[in-house]
């Protein structure tokens, strides 16, 4: 259970004020401050906490940020910023004395500059708006985080989001150049543009994942990369997830860097094939979807060279794509292995551990005894080129006690990872879901590092409140409320 | 001079220590920067690889590490370090073994930043001891995390000056089974900015692009030979290359790419800037600035100018976007230069506070990146 922060008394009996405050800010803000509006900003995608927050402003220029910011660092008044609201871990959730900035209205592409092959754009435009901005001339923005028609730049740079080709393309941190960024002060710095690398300290770096903690991101530059001329996709079967492990290894060993390499576990093959009927082999006990891109010349021989590998690890089953139609296909399952995981369930919880690929086996094994101590049941996808685990935990709130048997299943599985070489979270974010297990991968000393570096932009810890770092203050009564089956936030949306 | 055996050793060393100190891995880049008033703080003994599996895609090794022991270790697996850290011996005059610490110290990376990220774009997690002499970790040893800040974004170019790395954690890559290089002539640094351009925005994959004047426009294929030989008829092609063009390969092209991302060509000269623009921005810049000479690297991004005398305010003033930093000099211009970039107000107060937060005693490398 995860707790909030004791709100301010004496800031939420200045709510009128502030509010009266906000409206006469120069220039002009739009602000919500009633409570039927101010509902619609209560969750991000971690439903099962909510918190109304103070006011909303919903700026629409930097000079109206800068302002907001600049009011909100006089009055001591905390922010929460928030992009399209799609964190998975609580990165967007407001706090009760917080004033939410959302960056909806910065939705304008500002440049498509081709000879320096990069797209300077608002904050707020969604992640997929950049390719499609480029495609036409045969770019793509290379990021593709599973909620990418909705996420924004600006919540991708909060919190370097990846996606199933950042395996061999990068996370939003290696294809990121410039940012415009307003200080918790109201200070309007510029960091990078559209040159490579930093002259100085390499705060873009440092900014690129702080999950909304150091300031309130405006416009991003972001590098466009070309289209590549052919893609084409295994789908192969295993009858263990020891052998379909070693064959990834085996892949990696040979020097190929695939697009993607998804596995799935049979309980995920078999909700992903009762929902999409991709044409999974409902007998194996490990899925791989291996997908290739580049010359066709490199492709074709390159998808030889994964069937023969597939072959000599014992792969129960071996397709290669031989259209388009047929590699959307392969695909189609593991983009909704989680709303077809959510159909055997009421809920469900999604992890996302990083380990070293070698430890799956063993993690997997571990998780399937996790899954019977706690009586809930559990189905695994996994980017298996990084190692970036999903394990969905099923459960149904309205169970008592079942979301605390969910939660407990959950921090046992990010210890095991944590355990095991690896890390808390590979591209969901700390946020609130995962603050307090920090302590549990990091040192007071590490941890204390890290506070002083948000020190260096926020003294006064009032950005994003409660989120990444440990709570050291009193915490409030629970937040949570439940959430059922069909109320979840973006459910048309494919997760993975 | 305090000669650490380890990382307790060096806390203590740090910890005690009564006035500045300059750590130094190699010493190779000690050359660049402004000149520091600190005692030498001899790291050479925190060197030895910690753990290397070739299949995990990690190494981790202690930070004075000798960069030639990783590129060799990797090299008998048939991996490497993507980013391409360059010898600058050449250019500088040193001849110290730069190590792995103090290549990501520095985020120093070659000619394949433009395709395959910079130095900094590889670290993945570190152990260090901070100005306040306080042992810490950053990072994992997996490609894929976002538990916590990145600080190994903040260390890599910090040149030593938040916090002395005691061991690193990088991400390698396959080394690809074949390279060649096409060779295009061109007249000026616009023509040779714009062939890179379109060779660029072809699907050729050309992991770097550069130009040196005396022998033109350098473009690199690497990957499995199918793939290579294709692409590299696409790319004829694409350009229209009726023109006279060769191609080096394999370890010709390789010696090639370590000349230019040494930029050995402008060894000779006294001044040496490198600057990193908007890759449109090159052939602009070079024209105005009019050096004696100059080479231009990651597709038009990446200028490096020598000359006998080239003023930091000239170099700067025409900089309409991008940063300037004078790699070499002698001492006493060092001296009175800002060696890297000068910044706005706004930023330059973040700058001090996280100085301040690492290192409030100011005890490593103190003004050196001014």
């Given at each position: 259970m995860i707790c909030f922060a004791e709100p301010d008394p004496a800031v939420l009996a200045r709510k009128r004020e502030i509010?009266?405050?906000?409206?006469?800010?120069?220039?002009?803000?739009?602000?919500?401050?009633?409570?039927?509006?101010?509902?619609?900003?209560?969750?991000?995608?971690?439903?099962?906490?909510?918190?109304?927050?103070?006011?909303?402003?919903?700026?629409?220029?930097?000079?109206?940020?800068?302002?907001?910011?600049?009011?909100?660092?006089?009055?001591?008044?905390?922010?929460?910023?928030?992009?399209?609201?799609?964190?998975?871990?609580?990165?967007?959730?407001?706090?009760?004395?917080?004033?939410?900035?959302?960056?909806?209205?910065?939705?304008?592409?500002?440049?498509?500059?081709?000879?320096?092959?990069?797209?300077?754009?608002?904050?707020?435009?969604?992640?997929?708006?950049?390719?499609?901005?480029?495609?036409?001339?045969?770019?793509?923005?290379?990021?593709?985080?599973?909620?990418?028609?909705a996420c924004t730049i600006g919540g991708n740079v909060a919190e370097n989001s990846g996606g199933v080709h950042c395996l061999k393309y990068?996370?939003?941190?290696?294809?990121?150049?410039?940012?415009?960024?307003?200080?918790?002060?109201?200070?309007?710095?510029?960091?990078?543009?559209?040159?490579?690398?930093?002259?100085?300290?390499?705060?873009?770096?440092?900014?690129t994942g702080?999950?909304?903690?150091?300031?309130?991101?405006?416009?991003?530059?972001?590098?466009?990369?070309?289209?590549?001329?052919?893609?084409?996709?295994?789908?192969?079967?295993?009858?263990?997830?020891?052998?379909?492990?070693?064959?990834?290894?085996?892949?990696?060993?040979?020097?190929?860097?695939?697009?993607?390499?998804?596995?799935?576990?049979?309980p995920a093959i078999h909700a992903a094939e009762a929902f999409v009927h991709a044409g999974y082999p409902l007998e194996a006990q490990a899925l791989l979807i291996v997908e290739l891109d580049g010359p066709s010349a490199e492709v074709d021989a390159l998808i030889e060279r994964v069937h023969e590998l597939a072959r000599a690890h014992d792969a129960s089953s071996c397709q290669a794509s031989t259209s388009e139609a047929e590699r959307l296909r392969f695909w189609a399952g593991r983009k909704a292995a989680f709303p077809a995981?959510?159909?055997?369930?009421?809920?469900?919880?999604?992890?996302?551990?990083?380990?070293?690929?070698?430890?799956?086996?063993?993690?997997?094994?571990?998780?399937?005894?996790?899954?019977?101590?706690?009586?809930?049941?559990?189905?695994?996808?996994f980017h298996a080129g990084d190692g970036n685990l999903h394990p969905l935990i099923l459960y149904d709130a309205n169970r008592p006690g079942e979301l605390e048997r969910a939660e407990a299943f959950g921090a046992e599985i990010l210890k095991l990872c944590v355990d095991a070489g690896g890390v808390l979270t590979g591209e969901h974010g700390v946020g609130l879901e995962k603050r307090d297990l920090m302590s549990y991968q990091f040192s007071a000393t590490d941890l204390e590092v890290q506070r002083r570096i948000k020190h260096a932009f926020d003294p006064g810890e009032r950005f994003n409140p409660g989120k990444v770092f440990p709570l050291l203050h009193r915490?409030?009564?629970?937040?949570?409320?439940?959430?059922?089956?069909?109320?979840?936030?973006?459910?048309d949306l494919p997760r993975f | 001079m305090p000669q650490p055996r380890d990382e307790a050793d060096l806390a203590e060393a740090i910890a005690s220590a009564r006035g500045a100190l300059e750590p130094i891995g190699g010493g190779s880049k000690r050359g660049i920067g402004r000149p520091v008033r600190a005692e030498p703080l001899d790291l050479s003994a925190l060197a030895g690889i910690v753990a290397y599996e070739p299949e995990e895609l990690v190494l981790t090794a202690r930070a004075a590490t000798p960069l030639a022991e990783v590129a060799q270790l990797l090299g008998d697996h048939s991996q490497r370090l993507v980013f391409e850290p360059p010898d600058l011996g050449p250019l500088l005059g040193a001849s110290a073994a730069p190590t792995l610490g103090g290549v990501l110290a520095a985020n120093s990376s070659g000619s394949r930043r433009l395709s395959g990220g910079a130095a900094r774009d590889h670290f993945l997690g570190f152990r260090a001891v901070s100005g306040r002499?306080?042992?810490?970790?950053?990072?994992?040893?997996?490609?894929?995390?976002?538990?916590g800040y990145d600080l190994p974004k903040l260390l890599a170019g910090s040149w030593g000056t938040l916090a002395v790395l005691t061991e690193v954690t990088v991400r390698v890559h396959p080394a690809p089974e074949h390279e060649r290089t096409l060779l295009v002539p061109a007249e000026t640094a616009a023509a040779a900015v714009s062939l890179m351009s379109a060779a660029l925005a072809c699907a050729c994959e050309v992991s770097c692009a550069a130009f040196v004047p005396a022998s033109g426009?350098?473009?690199?294929?690497?990957?499995?030979?199918?793939?290579?030989?294709?692409?590299?008829?696409?790319?004829?092609?694409?350009?229209?290359?009726?023109?006279?063009?060769?191609?080096?390969?394999?370890?010709?092209?390789?010696?090639?790419?370590?000349?230019?991302?040494?930029?050995?060509?402008?060894?000779?000269?006294?001044?040496?800037?490198?600057?990193?623009?908007?890759?449109?921005?090159?052939?602009?810049?070079?024209?105005?600035?009019?050096?004696?000479?100059?080479?231009?690297?990651?597709?038009?991004?990446?200028?490096?100018?020598?000359?006998?005398?080239?003023?930091?305010?000239?170099?700067?003033?025409?900089?309409?976007?991008?940063?300037?930093?004078?790699?070499?000099?002698?001492?006493?211009?060092?001296?009175?230069?800002?060696?890297?970039?000068?910044?706005?107000?706004?930023?330059a107060a973040v700058t001090a506070r996280l100085k301040e937060a690492f290192d409030p005693r100011e005890r490593l490398n103190p003004g050196r990146m001014s």
């Open positions: 509010v009266r405050a906000l409206h006469a800010l120069a220039p002009r803000v739009e602000i919500i401050a009633d409570d039927v509006r101010l509902a619609a900003y209560e969750t991000d995608a971690l439903t099962a906490y909510r918190r109304r927050p103070l006011a909303v402003a919903l700026p629409e220029s930097t000079a109206q940020v800068a302002a907001l910011l600049a009011f909100a660092h006089r009055e001591g008044i905390k922010v929460v910023p928030r992009g399209a609201g799609t964190s998975l871990s609580g990165g967007a959730i407001p706090a009760a004395d917080a004033i939410v900035v959302g960056l909806g209205k910065f939705n304008r592409i500002l440049e498509v500059d081709l000879a320096n092959r990069c797209v300077v754009a608002q904050s707020g435009v969604p992640n997929l708006a950049l390719t499609h901005a480029v495609a036409d001339r045969g770019f793509y923005y290379a990021p593709d985080p599973s909620s990418q028609i990068g996370l939003t941190t290696h294809n990121v150049l410039g940012a415009e960024l307003v200080l918790p002060d109201g200070t309007l710095v510029r960091l990078g543009g559209k040159h490579l690398d930093s002259g100085h300290y390499d705060l873009l770096g440092l900014l702080s999950e909304g903690l150091l300031g309130i991101l405006t416009e991003v530059t972001v590098r466009i990369l070309r289209r590549p001329p052919s893609a084409r996709a295994l789908l192969i079967g295993f009858r263990s997830t020891e052998s379909a492990g070693a064959c990834v290894a085996a892949i990696i060993a040979c020097g190929i860097v695939p697009a993607g390499m998804e596995m799935m576990d049979r995981v959510g159909r055997l369930s009421p809920d469900y919880y999604c992890m996302d551990g990083t380990i070293p690929r070698r430890e799956l086996p063993r993690v997997l094994g571990a998780i399937e005894a996790l899954s019977e101590r706690f009586g809930l049941k559990v189905a695994n996808v915490c409030a009564e629970e937040g949570r409320v439940h959430v059922h089956s069909g109320a979840e936030r973006f459910a | 002499g306080e042992r810490f970790q950053a990072g994992g040893r997996v490609v894929k995390n976002v538990t426009v350098a473009l690199r294929l690497e990957g499995f030979e199918v793939s290579v030989a294709a692409r590299a008829r696409a790319l004829v092609e694409a350009l229209g290359c009726a023109r006279e063009h060769r191609w080096l390969l394999d370890a010709d092209s390789r010696e090639m790419w370590a000349v230019i991302g040494g930029a050995k060509a402008l060894a000779r000269h006294r001044i040496v800037w490198r600057v990193s623009v908007p890759p449109s921005a090159a052939p602009a810049l070079i024209e105005r600035l009019a050096p004696q000479d100059y080479l231009i690297d990651w597709g038009g991004g990446l200028v490096w100018l020598g000359a006998s005398v080239l003023d930091a305010a000239v170099v700067r003033g025409a900089l309409a976007s991008g940063h300037a930093t004078l790699v070499k000099a002698p001492e006493p211009v060092r001296a009175s230069t800002a060696v890297f970039p000068p910044l706005p107000a706004g930023l």
